[in-house]
């Protein structure tokens, strides 16, 4: 990757304050990076890329990189969800499904 466009993007934390007004449009920041890869980005980058995402699928598949279980809220629990969410920072899902439910709060 020496002379590569492509850097790695360090989030140390959340953007204090958002880039688009409330619900607008959803927006991912990964969508930002990608856009910029799309622009300047070559082949060489584009390949560091797709390897790298290569090698996070392999330790998924050897189990050696296990991403958190969600904690899942009822509808009827949206309010606790969102307490839970912004006190917790941990996955959390609203499901419509009763059968999916597992919240601890």
């Not at 390949?47 to 998924?60: I, K, R, S, T």
Request: with cysteine.
């Amino acid at each position: 990757m020496t002379g590569s466009l492509f850097k790695p993007i360090l989030c140390i934390d959340r953007i204090s304050k958002p880039i688009v007004p409330p619900f607008t449009r959803t927006i991912s920041y990964h969508e930002i990076a990608l856009g910029a890869l799309h622009d300047f980005g070559d082949s060489r980058d584009w390949e560091a890329l797709m390897h790298q995402g290569e090698m996070l699928l392999e330790q998924v598949a050897m189990g050696t990189l296990v991403g958190s279980a969600p904690v899942i809220f009822e509808f009827s629990q949206l309010p606790e969800a969102l307490k839970h969410s912004e006190r917790t920072k941990q996955k959390t899902l609203v499901s419509l499904n009763r059968n999916e439910v597992n919240a601890e709060g």
